[in-house]
């Protein structure tokens, strides 16, 4: 159980256009999402939290026009990348809070962002 | 200074070795650690979950927090060269807000 899943696993766009990636939970309901991005050779950094129903709230330095989210259902959270530019890519990794007990977080596999 | 520090490796062992893995964190607030597992483009996966000090047993792997020090560490006893991945280390105050050290990279030889 427990299982986040992720669409699409690379998506290589052009400078300027906006990409969508999906963040579902699959086998259990997730009031809490999280998105996080991951550089070559860094480790992960927390670019906002999700709560469905509610409008994110986004860590200090994260362009909350630019990466817009939303979480429309228990299950599902979006991440829209708008106006993308080749600093955008990286690795965004989604995460979903079970809720049944503390800190126990469940990581999406993850999207290559590759702007061309 | 980062609030959590993990040497990046890279860590190379012959299979059967016993690996050490440890972090230091700044923060005396932090109550939570974690040990997640990255295999390449995949999403972390955890391995292991401590509630303040103290050792924690899982098979094969060991978890060790010295709240005193600021320091976590993470033991892998007849490593496979499956245990090849990036181990990260991770922190929270309690609330959904993790901190990650920058994963340290391991390979285990045949």
């Known amino acids: 159980g427990a299982v986040v899943s992720q669409h699409p696993s690379r998506v290589i766009c052009k400078s300027g256009t906006s990409v969508k990636i999906e963040c579902r939970s699959l086998d259990f309901q997730a009031t809490t999402m999280f998105w996080y991005r991951q550089f070559p050779k860094q480790s992960l950094m927390l670019m906002a939290t999700?709560?469905?129903?509610?409008?994110?709230?986004?860590e200090q330095g994260v362009e909350k026009d630019k990466f817009l989210i939303n979480h429309a259902s228990l299950t599902l959270s979006t991440l829209t990348v708008t106006s993308a530019h080749p600093e955008d890519s990286s690795f965004y990794i989604c995460?979903?809070?079970?809720?049944?007990?503390?800190?126990?977080?469940?990581f999406g596999p993850g999207t290559r962002l590759t702007v061309l | 200074q980062k609030e959590v520090e993990q040497d990046p490796g890279p860590l190379s062992v012959p299979e059967g070795a016993i690996v050490s893995l440890n972090c230091t964190y700044s923060n005396s607030a932090f109550q939570y650690f974690m040990w997640y597992r990255q295999y390449s483009r995949k999403g972390p996966e955890l391995l292991m979950y401590?509630?303040?000090?103290g050792n924690k047993e899982d098979g094969r792997f060991t978890a060790q927090v010295d709240k005193s020090s600021k320091y976590i560490s993470l033991f892998i006893r007849d490593s496979q060269p499956s245990d090849s991945a990036t181990y990260l280390c991770?922190?929270?105050?309690?609330?959904?807000?993790?901190?990650f050290g920058t994963g340290t990279s391991l390979t285990v030889i045949p």
């Open positions: 999700s709560n469905e129903g509610s409008k994110a709230t986004y």
């Open positions: 995460s979903a809070d079970s809720g049944r007990a503390i800190n126990e977080q469940f």
């Open positions: 401590t509630y303040s000090s």
């Open positions: 991770a922190m929270s105050k309690g609330g959904n807000q993790f901190y």
